[in-house]
């Protein structure tokens, strides 16, 4: 079968041919559909996040997929359901408390695997295989889109923790600014101006006024789904987000999806008081100044949060199927940039301007 990979010593990733996988007793095999291709991806192929399985000379990619069960193999699965597999899995020592609590996305390093990140090959390839408790079940009539619920659950776990952080106290946001315009920032952004409707999802405050920076000049179509969403575009190289209070205002909620390490900081000023940051990108180390007196005021005498999030857990992911049902079918469409095909799988790797969401699509159902 045909696998996405990157390999060691060589740059970018190739195509290569692998035997299909057996599914061992307690998985089942299942028939890849459509995997998406996100800015970690991007930093794994890079070189600067994630690594190969132990002992291995290539990592298959992808980590946001969609399959169908092909073989359920004796599991509780169903030939033909429609399925989207988490991420993370127990390292090679074995499961450990937090996979056994239902919470990996909580384990420090060396506890956990990522499939098509670190330590453990990913989606990109025709077959997989996974234990049932790693699948959630997607309405079929989904499937086109499935791949989007991994990302989606990474923001549901962020609002999950951002919105713990201030339940100690009547907290009543009103405005929320995404930093960053690509998938995870778009994706995010809508989440929080549609709200959405389900016991299971975390997004379920609609802010009234909501914002995105990003760092291109119009036309450019991030910025025309921005608009359209309805939410306000700030363009960072007029007004640097540090500024964002003034020329704007204040902002009770500041969702960081950019990598770029000044935001982190820069945050806590946009903050209103009693505010909650989350920051989901991951830079490489990077040495630059900063006002830390102004920083750790702002933050005790504002009650202002920061909160780091990475990965979610399954009950994101069934939160992340619900979000994924109320989103616009015109947001999707237009989010999804490029489907190649394993064929012909270079343009999911482009990330020119006009990339925003680029998927390798596998099979159809
Ligand atoms: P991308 O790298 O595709 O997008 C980053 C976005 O931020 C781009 O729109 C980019 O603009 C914008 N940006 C970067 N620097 C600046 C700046 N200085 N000012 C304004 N805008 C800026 O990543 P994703 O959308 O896939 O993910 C966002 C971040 O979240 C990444 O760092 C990724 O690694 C991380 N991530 C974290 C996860 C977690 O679990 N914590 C999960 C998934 C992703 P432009 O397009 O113009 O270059
Ligand atoms: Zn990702």
Redesign the pocket.
Known sequence: MKAIAVQRGSEGPTVIEKPRPEPDEGEALLRTLRVGV???D??VIGGS?GGFPEGEDHMVLGHEAVAVVEDANGTDLAEGDVVVPTVRRPPAEGTNDYFERGEPDMAPDGEYVERGIVGEHGYMAEYVTSAPEYLIPVPAERWEVGFLVE?IS?TEKALEHAYASRSAFEWAPESALV???????LLTLAMLEYGVDSDRSFAAHDFERTYC????QRPDP?VDIIEEIGATYVD?TETPLETVPDEFEPMDFVYE????AP?AFETVEALAPNGVGAL????DSWEFEVDGGRIHNELVLHNKALVG???SHVEHFEGAVDTLAELPEWLLSDLVTTVATPEDVEPAFEYG?DQIKAVVEFDRL
């Open positions: 996100d800015g970690t991007h930093e996040h990302p990474i930093l960053g315009n690509r998938s995870l920032g920076l990003g760092r291109r991030t960072s999806a950019t990598g770029y935001h989901l990108g991951i830079p999030t990475v990965n301007d």
